[in-house]
């Protein structure tokens, strides 16, 4: 490890120093700041990352006004060719229903799919309604009105979100950056708006990242997959998720990882990912994609410390094979 990082850094004396400027999603926030710091460190290269939300990543790239995007919404080859973009995964992750009930700890409650679309459709409204209790027998659950928290900003989280509770309730859902929420909801910006919430408010549930219940110590409720069986927000239930997910460059790595097969499958697991303009500088899509391949090599061990489940190493290597493809491989 320490042999090939001086190779790296070696490499990188012979580079001219560069600085790129990125924003968009809130979802790996968390972990671009420690590999931006990371980075920097090494190298002496300036990463700058704003946190703003998915379809600012989205608006801010296609009008080149940053070096990067970030989205959790992957773009379907439609907008990618409207807008003119590339697109590659960076890490994976998974969205948590994160509670705040008295009394009950963290991964005693258990949500099935019907519980889950029936707290953000507005049928169910309190948390002694039957549809919770009955998975639930054992919970004192109280007699008050759920507090909804959802994402005030257009997110790519959201999207994911709301990809999921497609596949449990088609009827009611239908994947969305903003949806039209049929529940009493109240809004945070970001997810770490979202997290915020429902840790001070009683009787608050909200969708927010994994790395955001470490750093907060939220609790998060076991979900039901799709195999019909109860699954706690871990580790190795998210990568058993996602160890499904197929990668294609042929495709610009679309991919919605949602409610995948799996015993121990966790059921609300995404990727996010990293927009490039085409017609771009090459050196600046160049320097991007220096950026993430130190990432790449020397960033799994901060993903893991902070609830991010990094790519697989052959992901990585395709990734690494469609900067080639694009001219840009650093």
Do not use: C
Not at 4 to 15: G, M, N, Q, V, Y
Not at 66 to 78: E, N, W
Not at 308 to 314: H, I
Request: net charge positive; hydrophobic share 40%.
């Amino acid at each position: 490890m320490r042999k090939t990082l001086a190779i790296f850094i070696i490499l990188f004396s012979f580079l001219e120093a560069f600085d790129i400027k990125g924003r968009g999603a809130s979802f790996p926030a968390p972990l671009y700041r420690v590999w931006i710091s990371d980075f920097y460190n090494m190298t002496g290269n300036r990463v700058n990352f704003t946190q703003t939300g998915s379809g600012d990543g989205i608006k801010s790239v296609r009008r080149q006004m940053v070096d990067f995007g970030a989205s959790d919404k992957p773009l379907d080859a439609r907008l990618r060719e409207k807008y003119d973009l590339m697109m590659f995964p960076t890490v994976t992750g998974a969205i948590i229903l994160a509670y705040h009930l008295p009394g009950i700890k963290d991964g005693e409650l258990k949500l099935n799919s019907e519980a889950v679309a029936g707290i953000f459709n507005g049928s169910i409204e309190y948390w002694d309604d039957i549809r919770i209790q009955k998975h639930n027998p054992t919970l004192s659950l109280p007699h008050e009105k759920i507090i909804v928290v959802v994402r005030a900003d257009k997110s790519g989280t959201t999207y994911n979100f709301t990809y999921y509770l497609s596949k449990i309730a088609p009827k009611s859902f239908s994947p969305s950056k903003k949806p039209e929420w049929k529940a009493n909801v109240m809004g945070g910006k970001g997810n770490s708006g979202v997290s915020a919430t429902v840790k001070q408010l009683k009787y608050a549930i909200g969708y927010t990242e994994y790395s955001y219940k470490i750093k907060l110590g939220l609790s998060a409720a076991k979900v039901e997959n799709k195999e019909g069986n109860f699954v706690a927000a871990t580790m190795s239930n998210f990568q058993e998720a996602i160890k499904r997910a197929s990668w294609s460059i042929k495709d610009d790595f679309y991919a919605l990882l949602a409610y995948s097969e799996g015993v121990r499958a966790y059921p609300i697991v995404a990727a996010t990912f990293v927009l490039l303009p085409k017609d771009a500088d090459i050196i600046k899509n160049t320097n991007v994609a220096h950026f993430f391949d130190y990432a790449f090599s020397y960033g799994d061990e901060a993903a893991v410390r902070l609830g991010y489940v990094p790519l697989p190493e052959e992901a990585k290597q395709i990734v690494r094979e469609y900067w080639k493809v694009k001219g840009m491989m650093p």
